[in-house]
């Protein structure tokens, strides 16, 4: 069984960084894309960054510049790091793993992280 594990999200003030975490977990052989969606209260989830297996890249005008995403393929696991973060950062953010594929499914499958809570606020 596929899981993704979110990890990284606490309370920052306005401009400060955090770095968060998704470890994905199984038999799994590859993953297609790995991405990060946030959503806020009252909000739907939208889409923060995507990175492809072969390492291209995909922000929300919103974060250019000031998010950057990146993988470890071996480990299956992808990262966000944030900078200059402002108090409309502030959502659940979850890990999404698309075209997963493991030894117990050979077609590609799509799995959710649980969320990690990010608070920009002085």
């Known amino acids: 069984q596929v899981q993704l594990v979110e990890s990284g999200g606490g309370l920052v003030q306005p401009g400060g960084s955090l770095r968060l975490s998704c470890a994905a977990s199984g038999s799994i052989t590859h993953i297609n894309v790995m991405g990060w969606y946030r959503q806020a209260p009252g909000k739907q989830r939208e889409l923060v960054a995507t990175?492809?297996?072969?390492?291209?890249?995909n922000y929300a005008d919103s974060v250019k510049g000031r998010f950057t995403i990146s993988r470890d393929n071996a480990k299956n696991t992808v990262y966000l790091q944030m900078n200059s973060l402002k108090p409309e950062d502030s959502a659940v953010y979850y890990c999404?793993?698309?075209?997963?594929?493991?030894?117990?499914?050979?077609?590609?499958?799509?799995?959710w992280g649980k969320g990690t809570l990010v608070t920009v606020s002085s």
């Open positions: 990175i492809t297996s072969g390492g291209s890249t």
């Open positions: 999404k793993a698309q075209g997963v594929y493991s030894r117990e499914s050979s077609f590609g499958v799509d799995y």
